[in-house]
């Protein structure tokens, strides 16, 4: 959780001035970057374990359980952060500017890092060779 709670409060530092302490565009990033990494998780399993993507049939089924997904992540992360920032700002006071630099660093390749990992398990379910029975 400590890495949500850096993500969370970098993000809510960047907002601060439009968010104050709610910081609602930190929760929407972290909840996104949650499903984001939740979706990856899922399509592996499906991918590798269940032999290939769900039809066509099942994908309202998947949209419906992605807005479940998704709803329950901002409900959760709302409670769990609420009025948090001046916690963790007090946390990480001691930063140095090395430190800041490189998380802060981290923390933007995040979430292009986990949509490439994202687009890469999707092509390696395509292309993983299906066993005829």
Sequence with gaps: MKVFDYFFY??????????G?????????????QFLL?????????????????SPNHSK???????????LLLVYNSFRYYNKYP???KRWEQ???KQKRV???LIIL???????????IMWLIQTKPHSSL
């Design 10 to 19: 970098r993000v809510a530092k960047t907002y601060y001035k439009n968010d």
């Design 21 to 33: 302490v709610g910081a609602a565009t930190a929760v929407v990033g972290l909840s996104a970057l």
């Design 38 to 54: 939740i979706t990856i998780l899922g399509l592996s399993w499906i991918g590798f374990v269940l032999g290939g993507l769900a």
């Design 61 to 71: 089924t998947w949209g419906n359980a992605a807005i479940v997904v998704c709803t």
């Design 87 to 89: 916690l963790l700002a």
């Design 95 to 97: 930063e140095s500017k």
């Design 103 to 105: 998380r802060g660093i």
């Design 110 to 120: 995040a979430i292009p890092l986990v949509f490439a990992i994202m687009v890469l």
